[in-house]
Nanobody, 113 residues
Framework: QVQLVESGGGLVQAGGSLRLSCAAS????????MGWYRQAPGKQRELVAH???????TYADSVKGRFTISRDNAKSTVYLQMNSLKPEDTAVYYC???????WGQGTQVTVSS
């Protein structure tokens, strides 16, 4: 099993920044890819960013140039640096890993205008 613990969400004004963290524990050696998804009220969960075991990154078009995903393999932790936040970035953000498709509990990000 893998446990994912997220942190770093909160309330920020438009144009501000937040950094999300997601630490994996348990069978973390089985993890290859990690990522962040988000779900806004009334909308489907969508991919925000993804990073492979080799460090290849993928971003949703809506966050390119503003968000950066990174990982620390020694700590089994994935990060999401979010800059130039917009009200439309408001959502619950979920950490994800490919091993058995585990999800974190979610952390709320609210961007005020």
């Amino acid at each position: 099993q893998v446990q994912l613990v997220e942190s770093g969400g909160g309330l920020v004004q438009a144009g501000g920044s937040l950094r999300l963290s997601c630490a994996a524990s348990g069978s973390r050696f089985r993890i290859n890819s990690m990522g962040w998804y988000r779900q806004a009220p009334g909308k489907q969960r969508e991919l925000v960013a993804h990073i492979s075991g080799g460090g290849i990154t993928t971003y949703a078009d809506s966050v390119k140039g503003r968000f950066t995903i990174s990982r620390d393999n020694a700590k089994s932790t994935v990060y999401l640096q979010m800059n130039s936040l917009k009200p439309e970035d408001t959502a619950v953000y979920y950490c994800w890993v490919d091993y058995n498709n585990y999800w974190g509990q979610g952390t709320q990000v609210t961007v005020s205008s």
